[in-house]
């Protein structure tokens, strides 16, 4: 029997380590501006094209490469970080493994231009699915130069899977943010398709926040610094009332490499524990310093996922470092001694002196029989009686004031008072059939019944039908959108008075990307300047009363909600629209409204699911009911 067992060709191992280490366009581009940081680049300019399928180009002023290492390389665990096992332990570098150049020379098309300060000449290197066509001198700047052209070019399947351009823009984005943040003294620009994205100077760290995410964030900052024997934690996090109802604004980073980490993620969200709205998240941005050897980076070829030696020693650290932040800003609630201002209230002595009983004052002559008597002494008697004369006034003044109070009726001619009778107390007039006559609950013909605001109940012939509301006007809107989207025939209300919007640099051209498509559903939204927008109109089919918070929940929406591969922009702009538009949980509903939202769902193509794939309603049966009261 013949072996059957090779060694595979390093074309092949690149490829199969490439998609592992190279899953989109993005990854490309960490790839690369991670080794110009190493490299001690204080410069970095990132070019892009169709979100990176087209081209990515990022130069550098760095110390550059001879023309020996620079074919070096493009080997698979060729690397300039670590010369033994011992290095693994105490690594500062944001590259180490050797595997990022050699996994994107075998799934592209790479020119690369380098020269080191001390050199007369650079070198050029060019290869293709790691293969080598050019190596030759080359003039060139002092840095790198790196040319990614046709990603995925010999792997379809993979190019045939990536997203939409600006799905793929958004993940590039994030991945500079990542470097940006915590590198403030590095300028860093960012161009796609001709526009810049990001153009960021050296700043400070809160400069840098700034020039990322607006300058919307900047007042709602809090400074965190703490220095302990452990860990140094500083950075800064948001102020309660600006938290946000999508993930997006926290990072980690741990000597400088950003990193997820759901334990000292719930150390913040504890710290903030009954501070926040409901259904929101706080924005932070850590910064943890702590001795390398205590922390092992080398657990996922992204190098995202960190271990630590002492995360329990952490984690209290953390949450009341957050929780001293917050106190100092006057966000957490404390007791506060001081009494200046305050109402003087006496304390009185325990013996009692000085103090004085309320004393009740009586009259002892009132009487509240003895009427008779004091009208009497007025000239007139209550209990008058014509007939008898009895009780009459020998007052000489009784007649005038008998005179007065003749045709007494004539004062009160055309009021038309109508006194509403007092109703009768009836004990037995309280019937079940009338608490609930009227009842929006009472399951007859087309009445039903909301559960918490957030379900409604209908019977069905098989039992009980349960509905989320949310989930069922996204349905009922996504599919509106799409038919609009179908027949391009879309109505557009103008807005009487026009929002101006001002959005962060990622989000401005997130918005740019997808404004064609915006505008063919019905939106009217145009540039007014750098990184603002003008709102003039928004879709006839919907009702929206603020603009600007639709389009930054629909960004939020587009941003976070998974997509299908091979669906369309436009079906992820609608699904998303369709999200941020939909009503709330807590929406109080009329009888007419909930029939309404019945209707137009089952008049749905698909009303079982909403447009992300979760379930809009179920049915309890029957037989489900009876056998829960048989027990």
Not at 448 to 455: D, E, I, M
Request: hydrophobic share 35%; glycine share 6%; charged share 25%.
């Amino acid at each position: 029997m013949s072996d059957i067992i090779q060694l595979l060709p390093d074309a092949v191992a690149n490829q199969i380590a490439a998609g592992e280490v190279i899953q989109r366009p993005a990854s490309v581009v960490k790839e690369l501006v991670e080794n110009a940081l190493d490299a001690g680049a204080t410069e970095i300019t990132i070019n892009i094209k169709d979100a990176g399928k087209t081209l990515i180009q990022i130069s550098d002023n760095g110390s550059g490469m001879s023309p020996t290492d620079a074919r070096m390389a493009f080997e698979r665990h060729a690397t300039s970080k670590i010369r033994s096992a011992n290095d693994l332990f105490a690594i500062r570098t944001m590259g180490f493994r050797g595997e990022a150049l050699a996994s994107i020379a075998a799934i592209a098309d790479v020119e690369l231009r380098t020269k080191k300060a001390d050199d007369e000449v650079g070198t050029f290197i060019h290869i293709i699915g790691s293969e080598v066509k050019t190596q030759e001198p080359a003039g060139c700047n002092n840095g790198t130069n790196f040319m990614i052209k046709n990603l995925f070019f010999n792997v379809p399947a993979r190019r045939k899977f990536l997203k939409a351009n600006s799905t793929e823009l958004k993940h590039i984005i994030w991945e500079i943010q990542r470097v940006a943040l915590p590198n403030p003294d590095i300028k860093l620009s960012l161009i796609h398709n001709g526009s810049p994205v990001y153009d960021l100077p050296p700043a400070n760290y809160r400069k840098r926040l700034v020039d990322v995410f607006g300058k919307s964030l900047n007042h709602s900052l809090i400074n965190v610094d703490e220095d302990t024997s452990i860990v140094k934690v500083f950075g800064y996090i948001g102020q309660p009332k600006y938290a946000r109802k999508t993930l997006g604004e926290q990072f980690f980073f741990v000597n400088g490499r950003f990193m997820r980490h759901p334990y000292f993620h719930k150390a913040i969200t504890q710290a903030y524990e009954q501070l926040l709205p409901p259904d929101t998240y706080p924005s932070y941005f850590l910064f943890l310093e702590l001795d390398p050897e205590a922390i092992d980076i080398n657990v996922h070829p992204t190098k995202t996922e960190i271990k630590f030696e002492n995360e329990r020693d952490i984690w209290p650290i953390i949450h009341a470092s957050i929780r001293e932040s917050l106190g100092k800003h006057n966000v957490v609630p404390s007791i506060d001694f001081d009494q200046s201002g305050s109402i003087d209230i006496p304390v009185p002595r325990k013996d009692g002196e000085g103090v004085r009983f309320p004393e009740i004052q009586i009259n002892p002559d009132y009487n509240p029989f003895n009427n008779e008597k004091q009208f009497a002494e007025r000239g007139y008697s209550p209990f008058e009686n014509d007939s008898a004369g009895q009780g009459r006034s020998s007052s000489p003044d009784s007649g005038r004031e008998k005179k007065n109070l003749e045709n007494w009726e004539d004062l009160y001619q055309g009021a038309q008072l109508k006194l509403k009778p007092e109703p009768e107390y009836r004990e037995s007039a309280i019937q079940a059939d009338d608490l609930y006559a009227n009842a929006p609950g009472q399951f007859s013909g087309k009445k039903v019944l909301q559960l918490k605001q957030r379900y409604v109940l209908t019977p069905v012939k098989s039992g009980l039908m349960v509905i989320d509301q949310k989930r069922a006007h996204e349905r009922i809107l996504y599919e509106k959108f799409m038919e609009v989207l179908k027949t391009d025939s879309v109505a557009s209300q103008q807005q009487l008075f026009p929002q101006t919007v001002e959005l962060n640099p990622a989000d401005s051209a997130l918005l740019k990307s997808i404004l064609e498509d915006l505008l063919s559903l019905g939106f009217d939204i145009r540039e007014f300047g750098k990184d603002t927008f003008i709102i003039n109109g928004t879709p006839g089919v919907l009702d929206i009363s603020s603009p600007e918070l639709i389009l930054e929940k629909l960004l939020e929406e587009y941003k976070t909600s998974p997509v299908d591969a091979r669906s369309k922009a436009k079906e992820q702009i609608a699904a998303s629209l369709a999200k941020a538009s939909a009503m709330d949980y807590g929406t109080d509903l009329k009888q007419e409204e909930v029939d309404h939202l019945i209707d137009n769902l089952f008049a749905c193509a698909t009303p079982n699911f909403s447009p992300d794939g979760k379930k809009v309603l179920t049915i309890i049966s029957t037989d489900d009911i009876e056998k829960s009261f048989s027990k």
